[in-house]
């Protein structure tokens, strides 16, 4: 049943593995199809020597064919899945232009997923371990991922001989196409997983631990490894990356680990000095303003801000004095100012002595 493979490479059954492999890539290079379009016989010897080589490059199949003087196990028409493909792309990687053949006989990693997570600002600053649901394709249990029914192999497609490609003539122009049988896999599953239909994979969802440090950032992500879409015919998962995203606060502005707020507040608050209710994350707290505090000052409360990513302490809390003139006064108030300003004319800040000096000095 089995043909002489060491007379089909013409090599002595002695000869080493590199004998074995020029041998064959003489005789391939020969009747590739590539090479001999239309010509049956140089297709005939073609699959002969990758027969051939497909046994006598692999020790073990190599010994068992010495022995019994059969391919053994793995052999035949439609030899192995990872056979003829992969065998292909290493002998002619360099002697053939185009597409890389046999690709979808390998493994391939699944694909990474993202997952955008909202979070409270108050939730960034203590952290949470929450539970994330996550739809996601993965390998099929049935058939390991390979899509093939158990006990089933997948087949080279006879079309293209395993290359995934076919040449078409243009005119005088000679075309490489996908092949249309196999859609360029180079391989045909005659017997797809009833599980995944062939596919592989299975839809899933997921419901996924996530533990989110203290003092994270609007825009980081974590990566949570392996928990990605599944791989393709064995290969590894892909990663999860979980977006966060921070929700607008009400009443604070982030920068880095300090909080930003604004506080309306009133000239004689600034003038005369006071004690405001202020917000801190989680709860209020007292700002004491010091008398003479100017429009727009800043003041720090040390340590009440956002807690340091993956370091010790926290940032500020930072309150900016807004101030606010009253659009209308009633008439008590309007006395009050009217007799503070007829007050003391002269005794105003820095800012209008230095100005009055400067127009003084424009008048002459
Ligand atoms: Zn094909
Ligand atoms: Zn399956």
């Known amino acids: 049943?089995?043909?002489?493979?060491?007379?089909?490479?013409?090599?002595?059954?002695?000869?080493?593995?590199?004998?074995?492999?020029?041998?064959?890539?003489?005789?391939?290079?020969?009747?590739h199809p590539d090479r001999n379009p239309g010509d049956k016989d140089a297709e005939e010897r073609f699959k002969e020597a990758n027969e051939a080589y497909a046994v006598l490059s692999d020790p073990d199949r190599r010994a068992h064919f010495d022995r019994f003087g059969t391919a053994g196990p793995g052999a035949g028409p439609g030899f192995g899945d990872a056979g003829f493909g992969s065998l292909f792309e290493d002998i002619f990687?360099?002697?053939?232009?185009?597409?890389?053949?046999?690709?979808?006989?390998?493994?391939?990693?699944g694909e990474d997923l993202q997952y955008e997570l909202k979070l409270a600002l108050e939730e960034a600053a203590a952290g949470i371990d929450t539970k994330?649901?996550?739809?996601?394709?993965?390998?099929?249990?049935?058939?390991?991922?390979?899509?093939?029914?158990a006990g089933s192999r997948l087949e080279t497609c006879g079309l293209c001989h395993g290359r995934g490609e076919v040449r078409r003539s243009h005119g005088f122009l000679t075309v490489a196409q996908p092949c249309p049988k196999c859609q360029g896999s180079g391989q045909l599953n005659t017997h797809p997983c009833a599980q995944c239909r062939g596919e592989g994979r299975r839809r899933a969802e997921r419901l996924l631990a996530v533990k989110i440090p203290p003092g994270v950032e609007d825009g980081m992500q974590l990566r949570l490894s392996g928990e990605g879409s599944g791989g393709l015919r064995g290969g590894p998962p892909g990663d999860l990356y979980v977006l966060l995203r921070i929700r607008e606060h009400d009443l604070f502005v982030r920068d880095g680990?300090?909080?930003?707020?604004?506080?309306?507040?009133?000239?004689?608050?600034?003038?005369l000095g006071a004690e405001l209710?202020?917000?801190?994350?989680?709860?209020?707290?007292?700002?004491?303003i010091p008398a003479g505090s100017q429009p727009h000052a800043i003041l720090?409360?040390?340590?009440?801000?956002?807690?340091?990513?993956?370091?010790?302490?926290?940032?500020?809390?930072?309150?900016?004095?807004?101030?606010e003139v009253p659009h209308t006064l009633n008439e008590p108030q309007r006395e009050a100012l009217a007799a503070f300003e007829s007050a003391g004319r002269s005794a105003r800040g820095p800012l209008t002595a230095a100005f009055l000096e400067r127009m003084k000095k424009l008048l002459g």
Do not use: W
């Open 1 to 31: 049943m089995a043909r002489d493979y060491y007379g089909v490479l013409g090599v002595s059954r002695e000869a080493t593995d590199a004998e074995i492999k020029k041998a064959y890539r003489q005789l391939a290079m020969q009747s």
């Open 93 to 109: 990687e360099n002697f053939f232009s185009g597409a890389p053949r046999g690709r979808r006989s390998r493994a391939v990693q």
């Open 132 to 149: 994330i649901q996550i739809p996601r394709l993965e390998a099929c249990e049935a058939c390991g991922g390979g899509g093939v029914e």
């Open 257 to 271: 680990a300090d909080l930003h707020c604004d506080v309306p507040v009133s000239f004689p608050q600034l003038a």
């Open 277 to 288: 209710v202020v917000p801190v994350l989680n709860g209020t707290t007292t700002l004491r």
């Open 300 to 323: 720090r409360l040390r340590g009440k801000g956002m807690p340091r990513l993956r370091q010790r302490g926290h940032g500020d809390a930072c309150y900016r004095l807004v101030l």
